[in-house]
């Protein structure tokens, strides 16, 4: 839509949503504005580009509260009936146009209008009327797939049952700021990065945190349960993360004729590091035959050593 019609459509849904009692707040590009009503985290963007729509639905937002982090719903207003999203709630003319209609109704009668979006429960004549069916699948976060059953079995090399596994990581950005020092050799160790671990056998892997998704799993998948609590995780991860980082330091004393060497491990502290910790979940094909054969579903690896089989069906 032209920049113009987006100011127009970007006014209106803040209205409409000011008119269903939320705290509306202007966002920057690309987004066109945030709106928050307890328990609900808005985020809205008003476009008809497709490539645009589709950078917005596949991208998870959070926002920082007194709970933690929590994760932002997305709605996606569009004029463009060939734009679909998963990931999003999407308001098309129709539903623009209703929405519009009853916040004015709403405001006329000095009642509050009640959107899908916002959790309510109470009976309203303001209810949507185009739903959107909260049982449609389950969400979680995750890598997305990119390797298909067939290609699976046939990386697999073997016949046999195939189940498309999740697999639940700790995902973890750290940032780590200090040094340590030991007589004339001082180590800096201010650094940041990210990873996962897997939250049943603690084996740690990298990412593409951009790509995680939360899409509709398919159903029938099974979700593992993981196996490490978010305390457990943190202890791991920061174990992992000062062994990798500590260094061997090697000083030369000089007595008389006779020469000295001394090592010692140089390491940061844990109260160095700052943690952040999520739930993220990577797709595996599980092929059982003679043998078990995991196939990474996003990356196309096999893994070296399948999972326990402990499965939660949904």
């Known amino acids: 839509m032209e920049q113009r019609t987006r100011e127009k459509v970007s006014k209106a849904v803040s209205d409409i949503l000011k008119a269903a009692g939320f705290d509306v707040h202007h966002a920057s590009p690309p987004l066109d504005m945030s709106a928050i009503k307890n328990p609900t985290n808005l985020l809205v963007m008003c476009t008809d580009d497709p490539e645009e729509a589709a950078k917005y639905s596949e991208t998870e937002y959070t926002i920082r509260t007194s709970q933690g982090e929590e994760i932002c719903e997305k709605l996606l207003v569009t004029f463009n009936p060939s ?90 950005r ?49 979700i593992s349960k993981p196996s490490l609590s978010r305390e457990d995780a943190e202890n791991h991860i920061l174990n992992h993360l000062i062994s990798s980082m500590t260094k061997r330091v090697k000083l030369r004393q000089v007595k008389g004729d006779a020469i000295f060497y001394e090592e010692k491990n140089l390491s940061p502290e844990r109260e160095n590091f700052t943690l952040d910790l999520r739930e993220l979940y990577i797709p595996v094909w599980q092929i059982k035959g003679k043998k078990i054969v995991e196939i990474n579903a996003n990356t196309g690896h096999r893994l070296n050593e399948p999972l326990d089989d402990g499965v939660e069906v949904f």
């Open 83 to 172: 734009i679909n999203s998963d990931n999003c709630i999407v308001w098309y003319p129709e539903e623009f146009a209703l929405y519009a209609g009853e916040a004015v109704l709403a405001k006329v009668l000095g009642k509050t209008l009640v959107l899908p979006l916002d959790g309510s429960e109470e009976n309203s004549p303001y209810k949507q009327r185009v739903t959107h069916d909260p049982d449609g699948g389950v969400r979680i976060p995750h890598l997305p797939i990119r390797i298909h059953r067939d290609e699976a079995e046939e990386k697999a090399g073997i016949p046999g049952l195939v189940t498309l596994r999740f697999i639940p990581y700790w995902q973890f």
């Open 174 to 222: 750290y940032t780590c700021r200090g040094d340590a020092a030991y007589k004339d050799q001082n180590i800096n160790f201010d650094c940041s990065g990210s990873g996962a671990m897997n939250a049943i056998n603690s084996a740690f892997t990298d990412i593409d945190a951009d790509s995680i998704t939360r899409r509709e799993i398919p159903d029938g998948s099974d």
